[in-house]
């Protein structure tokens, strides 16, 4: 998809000549492991210097919970954004639902699509998993600012047969939603603008907003789902959506509210 802006060969161009690109100095590699892995590992001598890692393709990109996330050649965004943002560690969870905001913002914005978010981390198209936000810290240091990374993977060119036949039906591209071929350097400027800006408005203490963006594209609002607790032990209920610190609350058939702090929920079966 053409922009207006900047397309992918200028944005290019200015990540790989200069070396920085939107206040980050940037680290784009060819095939690297995990875009994640190689900006926790520069985060020591960055020396509080914002970083972007971006990567044409990962051999071992990392999900939550320790999934891979698929990340073949020239065709998807695989980022890590290192920042440090003004807050205090026990709202760094925060930053991952901001973080899923700002992906959504960026493509109803460049990508003319309604991107629905799944708490905490996915980006769903179609109903399908597009995108990905895995959220990382460095070891908290009394007195030094922690440096957050944050790696968001999305799948944008990525023709379907790239995808293994059991992620078949879950998950997706936005080519193989749209039909249509996207210019990477324009959503990843879209990604990078919006992500400062709802980093900023999380700072000034504005989660309140962010969730209430973040809720109305909530994929799994109100919706009968499961989880599996921490002791194995499944429970069912309906979804209320992210609260006040950003964990998810569900009420459970006897009307009891839990709160899940972190695992997977799934859509449950009717
Ligand atoms: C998830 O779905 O659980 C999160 C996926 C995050 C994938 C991105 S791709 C860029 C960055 N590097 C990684 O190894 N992971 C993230």
Excluded at 19 to 32: I, K, L, M, P
Excluded at 57 to 68: A, E, K, V, Y
Aim: charged share 20%; net charge neutral.
């Amino acid at each position: 998809m053409q922009s207006g802006g900047q397309g992918q060969e200028e944005v290019w161009r200015e990540m790989t000549c200069s070396g920085n690109f939107a206040g980050y100095r940037v680290h784009y590699e060819q095939s690297v492991d995990s875009t994640n892995t190689l900006a926790l590992a520069l985060c020591d001598a960055a020396a509080g210097q914002k970083i972007m890692v971006v990567a044409e393709s990962q051999t071992q990109g990392r999900g939550r919970l320790g999934r891979i996330w698929l990340s073949p050649p020239g065709t998807g965004l695989y980022l890590s954004l290192v920042v440090y943002p003004k807050l205090s560690p026990a709202d760094f969870p925060k930053i991952t639902l901001a973080a899923g905001l700002a992906l959504c913002l960026a493509l109803e914005q460049v990508g003319q699509v309604t991107p629905r978010l799944k708490w905490p981390n996915d980006l769903l198209v179609g109903g399908r998993k597009c995108g990905g936000i895995l959220t990382e810290t460095t070891p908290f240091r009394p007195g030094a600012a922690t440096a957050v990374v944050v790696g968001i993977g999305l799948n944008v060119n990525t023709p379907a047969q790239a995808f293994p036949p059991e992620l078949a039906g879950k998950v997706t591209s936005l080519l193989h939603e749209t039909g249509r071929r996207y210019d990477r350097g324009a959503l990843l400027l879209a990604i990078i603008g919006s992500l400062e800006g709802q980093l900023a408005i999380l700072e000034e203490g504005g989660f309140a907003k962010i969730l209430g963006q973040w809720r109305e594209r909530d994929a799994y609002r109100d919706q009968a789902v499961s989880w599996v607790t921490e002791r194995g032990q499944v429970v069912r209920g309906i979804s209320l959506g992210p609260d006040a610190s950003g964990m998810l609350q569900v009420r459970d058939g006897q009307g009891n509210i839990h709160t899940v702090i972190s695992g997977d929920i799934s859509l449950a079966a009717s």
